[in-house]
């Protein structure tokens, strides 16, 4: 159907169909054009209800600047005669049912949403797969760590065919496991030691009270037996309190125990329960620029260090020799280094000598008031402060290297 209609809105001419219906006009703010000007840009397009139906269509209109006939049979000169008037414009506006196009439209919505329902439904069946496919090693590594004994930590973990992502976590996996058995092991040996160094006084103070109750015995033939038992008593409760102690060395330092301390007022304070003992030795100490020398840490834990390697050098040197302590600092560490004369030590000595319950030389009468966790106890007390603690052997010297953070 279509209408058209003089700028002022007079009807010219109308589809049969219209009847007595109007289109909307649409080329009211519209110029005017000839049919060679004629673009989509003057033209002007809408959606709209049919005025005859009532259904959705479509329409167009546009303003058509109308032009005269020329006069093909005027052969001679120009004549003057009166400028004959423009033609009017004229605004035509045609419409068409949208039915069909509206139906190709709603079955290409449809179309659309099934097609995005089915793609959705693939797409997530397929990441679900590829989900499963890479997360297939993950869980076989659940399943491993979930039959895992951590009471019996053997075995490897093994991902073959694993992504190259997962291969520094299965290593790192296999590296904790191997640390677990090297833990369980000392601890299972440091446990064993323990127990043999307990049962030895244990079967002599049995031993005592078996004799001194076998017959009836004089007054101080009891007394020599008490005396025995006490004497055997004291050596286990000091085993029990090295003991205790080595347990409390892997706790963390105490909170606010970061104490400023000056190195040679604790190597002093450390040396006072050895002097004695290192006169009766004829051992003298020597301190080298240990008294400038200050650093923030444990003190009390860094002054049981101390007196245990002091004690072990009295204890362990060569008699009528010296201890010499040497201090000092290296960007932020402070390194302690004690060395002593022991004529007997041998590299052997130095590699065990951190060891649980190890004895360089059992046979010493020195050495039998010792349970052989001096060094043990300076090592875990050393790590505890963030340090570290080693020992070599040369020249006839034992000497032991004390790393701390400054």
């Known amino acids: 159907m279509f209408q058209a209609r003089t700028r002022g809105g007079e009807v010219l ?21 000839t049919f060679d000007d004629i673009d989509g840009a003057l033209a002007r397009f809408t959606s709209l209800t049919l005025p005859t139906s009532g259904q959705p269509g479509r329409a167009v209109g546009l303003v058509l600047q109308l032009q005269a006939p020329a006069d ?38 449809w179309l659309l949403v099934l097609g995005w329902v089915a793609a959705s439904a693939l797409g997530a069946a ?24 951590e009471a019996r930590p053997r075995g490897r973990f093994e991902l073959p065919g694993a992504p190259s992502e997962l291969l520094p976590i299965v290593d790192q996996l296999n590296s904790l496991v191997d640390r677990m058995a090297a833990t369980l092991t000392r601890e299972q040996e440091f446990t064993g030691h323990a127990a043999h160094e307990l049962r030895t006084p244990l079967a002599g103070l049995r031993a005592t009270l078996e004799v001194a109750l076998s017959k009836p015995r004089e007054t101080a033939a009891h007394v020599t037996s008490a005396e025995q038992c006490l004497e055997i008593t004291l050596q286990m409760q000091q085993m029990v309190e090295v003991l205790l102690t080595v347990a ?53 834990r860094l002054s049981l260090l101390l007196t245990n390697l002091l004690g072990n050098a009295v204890d362990h040197g060569d008699r009528d020799s010296d201890i010499q302590v040497d201090c000092k600092r290296h960007d932020e560490r402070v390194v302690l280094t004690l060395s002593n004369s022991a004529a007997k030590a041998t590299a052997e000595t130095a590699r065990r000598a951190f060891d649980p319950f190890w004895r360089g030389d059992v046979a010493r009468h020195e050495t039998a008031r010792h349970s052989g966790l001096g060094l043990t106890l300076c090592q875990r007390l050393a790590s505890s402060l963030g340090g570290q603690l080693s020992a070599s052997c040369e020249g006839g010297r034992f000497t032991v290297s004390l790393t701390l953070p400054a």
């Not at 001419?13 to 054009?33: H, I, K, N, T, W």
């Not at 604790?266 to 050895?274: M, N, R, V």
């Open 13 to 33: 001419l109308s589809s049969d169909s219209l009847a007595d219906q109007d289109l909307p006009r649409l080329g009211e703010e519209l110029v005017s054009a």
């Open 248 to 300: 409390r060395s892997a706790e963390p330092p105490r909170d606010g125990a970061d104490d400023s301390i000056t190195l040679g007022k604790l190597l002093a304070s450390s040396w006072e329960p050895w002097r004695d003992r290192a006169a009766e030795r004829q051992i003298s100490l020597s301190l080298n620029s240990a008294d400038s020398l200050t650093l923030q840490t444990d003190s009390e």
């Open 126 to 149: 397929v990441i679900a797969w590829l989900l499963k496919l890479g997360l297939a090693p993950v869980a076989a590594l659940r399943e491993q760590i979930d039959a895992f004994d």
């Open 72 to 109: 093909l049979g005027n052969r001679g000169p120009p004549r003057a005669h009166p400028q004959p008037p423009r033609p009017p414009a004229v605004e035509i506006v045609m419409a068409i049912d949208a039915d069909e196009v509206a139906e190709t439209l709603e079955q290409l919505r």
